[in-house]
RNA sequence: GUGGGCGUGGCCAAGCUAGGUCCAAGGCGCCAGGUUGUGGCCCUGGAGAUCGAGGGUUCAAAUCCCUCCGUCCACCCCA
């Protein structure tokens, strides 16, 4: 039997209800934010995301989703929403816009990975970006925005982290800072982090080890090694935040794994810690429109997982409403009163009441059965002596009671 | 890529530790009947399982062993 690949999943109908929420929510929020939806491919040359999320990235390692379409053209299922987004600003021109452009988006993101709690091979983002403006107030905004997502979907107890991770003046510096200080403790190191010693330094500052926990915690900070302009930018964010009284906590130890992120990066966590929990992370990446090869552009967004959030939402028992089942299941016997359901279930939906017919060749006791588990208000009855009269009757499934009405007027009837 | 848990009809699940009484219990759901034309409760009956797959041990395996696959969780990494 074929099943869904693995780390993929099928939304089904019962689950429909909370990704509507979700999306109704994300997309009120974009409006009221002044953002406009972009959709991008699916799909993109694979050159795109290796320049853009960067060569020694795990996603550009060994995660992408890549092949060779038939014209020989190596193209890679979207990993992350970012890099395509900055591609269709700088394609279409929008850098002679009004900046900053403000762009948000919903769209499946591919990644070969080992599934697990929280983790899939597909998964969907819902995603928010803002290019073409340095200021602190936009960083603001955009980490506003992602805590007012976690709040209009109703979630609790969530954490706002925050840090700098400063930008290519200072980060080199930095970085140097980190690694002498490892260096003179690297037996202490876990085997993974001496690895990533040279290649990723920053990572050792949220490895699980116990042991290098508590390096991290005495290891040197980006946010007290900032070059000015990198200080002045975070500490007016902090200033906006503040006046925006969006609660959130300097984690020094909040790192990113794309390459592109500069000075702000941020992520939103769920009260209860599981290993794959980040509901939502974000980020600066002044550098990366210009490694697309377009002009010297900011930028700066966020994505939140969609199966993140409705996992959340569930969790946490917010009340979400269920898309409206079918209103009316025609119940008929005879072959002149099927011609009659048909026609009268077509009239229904003309004026917009959702009907249904029962299932052919039932018994009566059956197709009241039909009714009563999809949870319709009403049924119609046509049987023989209806259509002799050429009436229906209107059962009311709740209360229990019915009464025949002319054929004429069932859909008026219903539609009030 | 690494480590651990799990894998019995559509779903949940007993049985597996001490192999036979399991041609596999029960519940939900599904179908039919209990009313010549009527639901929800109740009652009766029914369909539906190569016990994840393959191999092995044994007189005998859902139960023991091996391999593989799938799934879940963790590492890695990330939304």
Not at 121 to 133: S, T
């Amino acid at each position: 039997m074929y099943r869904a690949p693995r780390g993929t999943a099928d939304v089904l109908p019962e689950e429909q209800g909370y990704w509507r929420y979700i999306e109704a929510r994300a997309r009120a929020l974009g409006q009221r934010f002044g953002y406009q939806r972009l959709d991008t491919p699916v799909f993109e040359q694979t050159a795109l995301f290796v320049r853009g999320v960067g060569q020694g990235t795990d996603i550009v390692e060994k995660e992408m989703y890549s092949f060779l379409d038939r014209g020989g053209d190596s193209m890679t299922l979207r990993p992350e929403g970012t890099a395509p987004v900055c591609r269709a600003y700088l394609e279409h021109g929008m850098h002679n816009q009004p900046q900053p452009v403000r762009l948000y988006y919903f769209s499946p993101a591919f990644r070969y990975e080992r599934p697990q709690a929280g983790r899939f091979r597909q998964h969907h983002q819902f995603g928010v970006e803002a290019l073409g403006d340095g200021d602190p107030s936009v960083d603001a905004e955009i980490v506003e925005m992602a805590w007012r997502l976690m709040e209009d979907l109703g979630l609790r107890d969530l954490t706002l982290l925050l840090n700098s991770i400063g930008d290519s003046e200072c980060r080199p510096a930095y970085l140097e800072h980190l690694r002498a200080y490892y260096a003179s403790r690297v037996e202490r190191l876990c085997q993974d982090c001496r690895g990533r010693l040279e290649r990723s330094p920053l990572r050792l500052l949220d490895c699980k080890q116990e042991a290098c926990q508590a390096l991290a915690q005495e290891a040197p900070r980006s946010i007290d090694h900032l070059c000015h302009p990198c200080r002045d930018h975070w500490e007016e964010l902090m200033k906006c935040l503040r006046r925006l009284d969006i609660p959130f906590r300097v984690e020094p130890r909040l790192v990113r794994g794309l390459d592109y992120y500069t000075r702000t990066v941020f992520e939103i966590q769920p009260p209860e810690e599981r290993a794959q929990s980040t509901l939502c992370a974000g980020g600066r990446y002044d550098g990366l429109i210009q490694e697309l090869g377009g002009p010297p552009t900011p930028g700066i967004g966020f994505a939140a997982g969609m199966e993140r959030m409705v996992s959340n939402v569930k969790g946490q028992g917010v009340p979400v409403p269920q898309e409206e089942s079918v209103r009316v299941v025609i119940a008929y016997l005879g072959d002149e009163a099927k011609g009659e359901a048909l026609s009268l279930a077509s009239q229904l939906r003309s004026k917009g009441i959702g009907a249904v017919l029962a299932p052919a060749g039932k018994s009566l006791r059956a197709q009241m059965r039909y009714a009563n588990s999809l949870g319709v208000s009403y049924a119609l009855i046509l049987g023989e002596e209806e259509m002799r009269s050429g009436s229906a009757l209107l059962r009311d499934m709740a209360k229990g009671e019915q009464r025949v009405v002319p054929l004429q007027g069932v859909a008026e009837e219903l539609a009030n």
